[in-house]
């Protein structure tokens, strides 16, 4: 499966972004979805998860921040990131889980598709 991230882009702290994960080749709808970053000098960090059955797990530092959702008609995953601070400056990757009905929650080993990455930069 091919994932295209984007939504990325320069937004002030306390300001919102919606990223968008579109895959193409598989559908997704059997697949738990992760989203991860990476920010300069730092290693990847797990961000949120989306399960089939839609259930939700975040990182403690986006809890009630973020939100991770799915549209399966849409073949695509969304991360809503509201009251951004610096400290969310990365790039954000999503990832697909390598096997279905697999739950993923952060374990990169359990991925199978990485998508190219989109900037998010939050100035203070």
């Known amino acids: 499966v091919q994932l295209q991230a984007s939504g990325g882009g320069l937004v002030q702290a306390g300001g919102s972004l919606r990223l968008s994960c579109a895959a193409s080749?598989?559908?997704?709808?059997?697949?738990?979805m992760d989203w991860f970053r990476q920010a300069s000098g730092k290693e990847r960090e797990f961000v949120a998860d989306?399960?089939?059955?839609?259930?939700?797990y975040y990182a403690d530092s986006v809890k009630g921040r973020f939100t991770i959702s799915r549209d399966n008609a849409k073949n695509t995953v969304y991360l809503q990131m509201n009251s951004l601070k610096p400290e969310d400056t990365a790039v954000y990757y999503c990832?697909?889980?390598?096997?279905?009905?697999?739950?993923?929650?952060?374990?990169?080993?359990?991925?199978?598709?990485w998508g190219q990455g989109t900037l998010v930069t939050v100035s203070s």
């Open positions: 080749g598989r559908t997704l709808s059997n697949y738990a």
């Open positions: 990832a697909a889980a390598k096997d279905p009905w697999v739950p993923l929650r952060g374990i990169s080993t359990r991925v199978g598709s």
């Open positions: 989306i399960s089939v059955s839609t259930s939700t």
